[in-house]
Every structure is written in C-alpha cells, then in structure tokens.
C-alpha cells in the first residue's frame, strides 16, 4: 500500500527554522520527481518545490527561494524540506507530492500524483 507520511510542522517564531520530512513506503521514491505544495487558509493550493527523479534537478516557488532547500535519501525513501528564514506568510499546511512537474516556471502536481496527509507549519510570534 501506498503511503507519504510527513513530519517536523509545527508552531515556529519569525526568522526560525523547520525541517519537514516525507516517509514514503510502498514505492520507491527514486522512480518519481518530488515535491512540496502548501494551502494557507483561503488561498490556493501552490506548489512550493520540486525535485527531479534523476538528475536532482530543483525548482522553487520565487517567494521561497534562497529560504527553502529541498532535498532526497533514496536509500532512506524520504523527501526533506529545510525551511529556513522563515516569515508568517509561509504559514500553511505543506504536503509531500509524488510526482510533480514544472510548467513555465510554475509547479504543478503530476501525472501519477500522490499526498501525503500534511503536516500544520505556523510562523508567528
């Protein structure tokens, strides 16, 4: 069975930093692209990051970069995101994708897409 299963959200002050953490299990995650979208309350849903299958090719939302670095452990079957730097506009619930492509410079989620759960990420003093 199919699952991503995130972690390390959770309520951090302005500046600070967090590392999410994306267990997959029942596929390996070196046969797909990666990725992180996020939905803050009333907003759209928008992808913050992505990574290739191969190569390790990364892209990123324009607001993150420079903040955010996402990253992968093939041999642990985990996707990671280190947030740092972080302000309260990035407030939102952040999902693990499998899956993601990049369209224009824009993340979009795959065709054989598949979530996690999300894991709740408050920036607030």
């Known amino acids: 069975q199919e699952q991503l299963v995130e972690s390390g959200g959770g309520l951090v002050q302005p500046g600070g930093s967090l590392r999410l953490s994306c267990a997959a299990s029942?596929?390996?995650?070196?046969?797909?692209?990666m990725g992180w979208f996020r939905q803050a309350p009333g907003k759209e849903r928008e992808g913050v990051s992505c990574i290739s299958r191969t190569e390790g090719i990364t892209n990123y939302l324009n607001s993150v970069k420079g903040r955010f670095t996402i990253s992968r452990d093939n041999d642990k079957n985990t996707l990671y995101l280190q947030m740092n730097s972080l302000k309260p506009e990035d407030t939102a619930v952040y999902y693990c994708?499998?899956?993601?492509?990049?369209?224009?410079?824009?993340?979009?989620?795959?065709?054989?897409?598949?979530w996690g759960q999300g894991t709740q990420v408050t920036v607030s003093a």
């Open positions: 994708v499998r899956d993601c492509v990049v369209l224009g410079g824009t993340l979009y989620r795959g065709p054989a897409d598949y």
């Open positions: 029942g596929f390996n995650l070196d046969g797909y692209s």
